[in-house]
Nanobody
């Protein structure tokens, strides 16, 4: 099993930046597909960014060009750099790990507790 703990959320004005971290313990994140998801109030959880074991990254259209997912295998930590934040980025952000990148978010095996990101005008 792997345990995930997010940090770095907070409040920021529109156009600002935040960096989220997800510290993993138990197993190395290099063995998993890792991703960031988010869930806004009253909305379905959605995928934001994914990094596969080989290192390729994928982004939701809504964050492409603004967010960057990365991982530091030595520190066993996943990151999400968020730039040019918009009001609609307000949500609880979760990091997650799974043995495969395929499938719906409900099938992902391991989740952090989430960290709140609030973007204001």
């Amino acid at each position: 099993q792997v345990q995930l703990v997010e940090s770095g959320g907070g409040s920021v004005q529109s156009g600002g930046s935040l960096r989220l971290s997800c510290a993993a313990s138990g197993y190395g994140i290099s063995t998993y597909c890792m991703a960031w998801f988010r869930q806004g109030s009253g909305r379905e959880r959605e995928g934001v960014a994914t990094v596969v074991r080989g290192g390729s990254t994928f982004y939701a259209d809504s964050v492409q060009g603004r967010f960057t997912i990365s991982r530091d295998n030595a520190k066993n930590t996943l990151y999400l750099q968020m730039n040019s934040l918009k009001l609609e980025d307000t949500a609880i952000y979760y990091c997650a790990a799974h043995t495969t990148c395929a499938g719906a978010w409900k099938n992902w095996a391991y989740w952090g507790q989430g960290t709140q990101v609030t973007v204001s005008s």
